[in-house]
Protein backbone atom coordinates (compact mmCIF):
# COMPACT_ATOMS: atom_id res chain seq x y z
CA UNK A 1 0.00 0.00 0.00
CA UNK A 2 1.73 3.39 -1.06
CA UNK A 3 -0.15 6.58 -1.25
CA UNK A 4 -1.56 6.99 2.11
CA UNK A 5 -1.90 11.03 3.34
CA UNK A 6 -2.13 9.98 7.34
CA UNK A 7 -0.93 7.90 10.03
CA UNK A 8 -3.34 6.95 12.77
CA UNK A 9 -0.50 5.85 15.03
CA UNK A 10 0.73 9.19 14.73
CA UNK A 11 -2.19 10.80 14.96
CA UNK A 12 -2.73 8.71 18.13
CA UNK A 13 0.38 10.06 19.84
CA UNK A 14 -0.10 13.62 18.64
CA UNK A 15 -4.05 13.16 21.15
CA UNK A 16 -1.92 12.12 23.54
CA UNK A 17 0.72 14.80 23.88
CA UNK A 18 -1.30 17.11 23.11
CA UNK A 19 -3.78 16.40 25.66
CA UNK A 20 -1.49 16.03 27.87
CA UNK A 21 0.14 20.07 26.65
CA UNK A 22 -3.31 21.35 27.37
CA UNK A 23 -5.00 19.45 30.42
CA UNK A 24 -1.59 19.47 32.67
CA UNK A 25 -1.28 23.05 33.50
CA UNK A 26 -5.02 23.54 34.88
CA UNK A 27 -4.62 19.64 36.42
CA UNK A 28 -2.09 20.98 38.63
CA UNK A 29 -3.95 24.21 39.18
CA UNK A 30 -6.80 22.62 40.28
CA UNK A 31 -4.87 20.15 43.09
CA UNK A 32 -2.88 23.65 44.21
CA UNK A 33 -6.66 25.25 44.59
CA UNK A 34 -7.32 22.92 46.91
CA UNK A 35 -4.74 23.74 49.21
CA UNK A 36 -5.47 27.38 48.75
CA UNK A 37 -6.33 29.29 51.59
CA UNK A 38 -9.50 31.36 51.26
CA UNK A 39 -8.51 34.33 52.71
CA UNK A 40 -4.99 35.72 53.60
CA UNK A 41 -4.69 36.19 57.86
CA UNK A 42 -1.23 36.43 59.64
CA UNK A 43 -1.87 32.53 59.78
CA UNK A 44 -1.86 31.68 55.91
CA UNK A 45 0.64 34.53 54.90
CA UNK A 46 3.49 32.53 54.25
CA UNK A 47 1.74 29.41 52.54
CA UNK A 48 0.01 31.85 50.37
CA UNK A 49 2.69 33.56 49.70
CA UNK A 50 4.88 30.32 48.75
CA UNK A 51 1.97 28.71 47.15
CA UNK A 52 1.92 31.39 44.70
CA UNK A 53 6.06 31.66 44.10
CA UNK A 54 5.28 27.59 43.35
CA UNK A 55 2.75 28.15 40.37
CA UNK A 56 4.43 31.15 39.37
CA UNK A 57 5.18 29.88 35.99
CA UNK A 58 2.37 27.15 35.81
CA UNK A 59 -0.56 30.05 35.37
CA UNK A 60 1.08 31.17 32.19
CA UNK A 61 0.93 27.78 30.62
CA UNK A 62 -2.91 27.74 30.52
CA UNK A 63 -2.51 29.75 27.51
CA UNK A 64 -0.87 27.72 24.91
CA UNK A 65 -4.22 25.47 24.95
CA UNK A 66 -6.49 27.86 23.11
CA UNK A 67 -3.32 28.64 20.88
CA UNK A 68 -2.43 24.69 19.99
CA UNK A 69 -6.20 23.96 19.13
CA UNK A 70 -6.05 26.56 16.29
CA UNK A 71 -2.52 27.04 15.50
CA UNK A 72 -1.56 26.47 11.56
CA UNK A 73 -5.44 26.62 10.36
CA UNK A 74 -5.94 30.53 10.02
CA UNK A 75 -3.39 33.22 10.10
CA UNK A 76 -5.29 35.73 11.78
CA UNK A 77 -6.63 33.17 14.00
CA UNK A 78 -3.57 32.36 15.12
CA UNK A 79 -2.46 35.47 15.48
CA UNK A 80 -5.49 36.79 17.41
CA UNK A 81 -5.63 33.59 19.81
CA UNK A 82 -1.45 33.90 20.11
CA UNK A 83 -1.87 37.93 21.26
CA UNK A 84 -4.57 37.28 23.41
CA UNK A 85 -2.95 34.32 24.80
CA UNK A 86 0.06 36.58 25.90
CA UNK A 87 -2.26 39.57 27.22
CA UNK A 88 -3.60 36.55 29.78
CA UNK A 89 0.17 35.75 30.35
CA UNK A 90 1.37 39.21 31.24
CA UNK A 91 -1.82 40.49 33.13
CA UNK A 92 -2.75 37.50 35.00
CA UNK A 93 1.21 37.02 35.96
CA UNK A 94 0.88 40.86 37.50
CA UNK A 95 -1.79 39.55 39.42
CA UNK A 96 -0.10 36.25 40.76
CA UNK A 97 2.68 38.30 41.80
CA UNK A 98 1.18 41.00 43.15
CA UNK A 99 -1.96 39.33 45.58
CA UNK A 100 -0.51 36.39 45.68
CA UNK A 101 3.43 36.72 46.20
CA UNK A 102 3.68 40.36 47.33
CA UNK A 103 0.42 40.31 49.40
CA UNK A 104 1.50 37.04 51.20
CA UNK A 105 4.98 38.71 51.96
CA UNK A 106 3.92 42.38 53.20
CA UNK A 107 1.35 40.28 55.34
CA UNK A 108 3.93 38.02 57.16
CA UNK A 109 5.82 41.22 57.55
CA UNK A 110 3.03 42.79 59.54
CA UNK A 111 2.25 45.15 56.85
CA UNK A 112 -1.33 44.20 56.55
CA UNK A 113 -2.53 47.72 55.62
CA UNK A 114 -0.41 47.53 52.51
CA UNK A 115 -1.98 44.71 51.28
CA UNK A 116 -5.20 46.27 49.99
CA UNK A 117 -3.29 48.53 47.42
CA UNK A 118 -1.75 45.17 45.80
CA UNK A 119 -4.99 43.05 45.87
CA UNK A 120 -6.48 46.18 44.53
CA UNK A 121 -3.73 46.86 41.73
CA UNK A 122 -3.26 43.12 41.36
CA UNK A 123 -7.22 42.65 40.84
CA UNK A 124 -7.30 45.23 38.17
CA UNK A 125 -4.75 43.63 35.78
CA UNK A 126 -5.54 39.98 36.40
CA UNK A 127 -9.07 40.98 35.37
CA UNK A 128 -7.01 41.94 31.93
CA UNK A 129 -5.46 39.05 31.38
CA UNK A 130 -8.87 36.68 32.67
CA UNK A 131 -11.04 38.78 29.64
CA UNK A 132 -7.91 37.85 27.14
CA UNK A 133 -8.18 34.72 28.15
CA UNK A 134 -11.98 34.21 27.47
CA UNK A 135 -11.61 35.78 24.72
CA UNK A 136 -8.90 33.26 23.56
CA UNK A 137 -10.86 30.36 24.46
CA UNK A 138 -13.92 31.73 22.63
CA UNK A 139 -11.89 31.79 19.49
CA UNK A 140 -10.80 28.57 19.96
CA UNK A 141 -13.66 27.10 20.95
CA UNK A 142 -15.74 29.00 18.16
CA UNK A 143 -13.40 27.08 15.80
CA UNK A 144 -13.46 23.61 16.85
CA UNK A 145 -17.26 23.65 16.97
CA UNK A 146 -17.28 24.86 13.47
CA UNK A 147 -14.53 22.66 12.65
CA UNK A 148 -15.16 19.20 14.13
CA UNK A 149 -19.31 19.90 14.08
CA UNK A 150 -21.37 19.02 17.28
CA UNK A 151 -19.33 16.63 18.30
CA UNK A 152 -17.36 19.46 19.86
CA UNK A 153 -20.17 21.55 21.93
CA UNK A 154 -19.45 19.36 24.93
CA UNK A 155 -15.86 20.31 25.62
CA UNK A 156 -16.17 23.70 24.20
CA UNK A 157 -19.00 24.21 27.03
CA UNK A 158 -16.48 22.98 29.15
CA UNK A 159 -14.04 25.31 28.46
CA UNK A 160 -15.74 28.34 28.25
CA UNK A 161 -17.78 27.61 32.12
CA UNK A 162 -14.46 26.95 32.75
CA UNK A 163 -12.51 30.35 31.57
CA UNK A 164 -15.26 32.22 33.34
CA UNK A 165 -14.88 30.36 36.77
CA UNK A 166 -11.41 31.38 36.67
CA UNK A 167 -12.42 34.72 36.50
CA UNK A 168 -14.64 34.90 38.77
CA UNK A 169 -12.82 32.60 41.34
CA UNK A 170 -9.37 31.90 40.07
CA UNK A 171 -8.18 28.49 41.84
CA UNK A 172 -10.18 29.07 45.39
CA UNK A 173 -11.73 26.07 46.48
CA UNK A 174 -14.38 24.65 45.19
CA UNK A 175 -15.24 26.77 42.46
CA UNK A 176 -12.29 27.39 41.36
CA UNK A 177 -11.22 24.28 41.20
CA UNK A 178 -14.23 23.02 39.40
CA UNK A 179 -13.43 25.60 36.95
CA UNK A 180 -9.75 24.46 36.07
CA UNK A 181 -11.26 20.91 35.59
CA UNK A 182 -13.66 21.98 33.63
CA UNK A 183 -10.66 23.68 31.17
CA UNK A 184 -8.42 20.37 31.15
CA UNK A 185 -11.33 17.64 30.59
CA UNK A 186 -13.18 20.17 28.28
CA UNK A 187 -9.63 20.63 26.10
CA UNK A 188 -9.13 17.22 26.24
CA UNK A 189 -12.57 16.69 24.52
CA UNK A 190 -11.87 19.31 21.83
CA UNK A 191 -8.21 17.61 21.07
CA UNK A 192 -9.72 14.38 20.31
CA UNK A 193 -12.50 15.22 18.32
CA UNK A 194 -10.67 17.59 16.15
CA UNK A 195 -8.10 15.17 15.67
CA UNK A 196 -10.10 12.31 14.67
CA UNK A 197 -11.50 14.50 12.32
CA UNK A 198 -8.75 15.58 10.69
CA UNK A 199 -8.11 11.61 10.51
CA UNK A 200 -11.58 10.74 9.00
CA UNK A 201 -11.18 13.80 6.62
CA UNK A 202 -7.99 12.76 5.05
CA UNK A 203 -8.28 10.93 1.48
CA UNK A 204 -8.28 6.89 2.07
CA UNK A 205 -4.98 5.66 1.05
CA UNK A 206 -4.46 4.40 -2.40
CA UNK A 207 -3.28 1.11 -3.41
CA UNK A 208 -0.60 0.85 -6.19
Known amino acids: MRGSTYDGGMSDRRIILTSLAVALPPFVLAAVGITHPEHLTADTAVYWRDLHIGILAVFPLLAFAPWLVVRGHHRWMSWTVGILAFVYAAFYTALDVLAGIGAGGLEHAGMDESTHVVFGLGNTLGDIGSYAFIAACAIA ?44 FGWIAIVVVITRGSRLAAPEPVAR
Open 141 to 184: CGWAVRSAGLRALPGSALVLIGSVLFLLRHIYFPVGVIGQLCLA
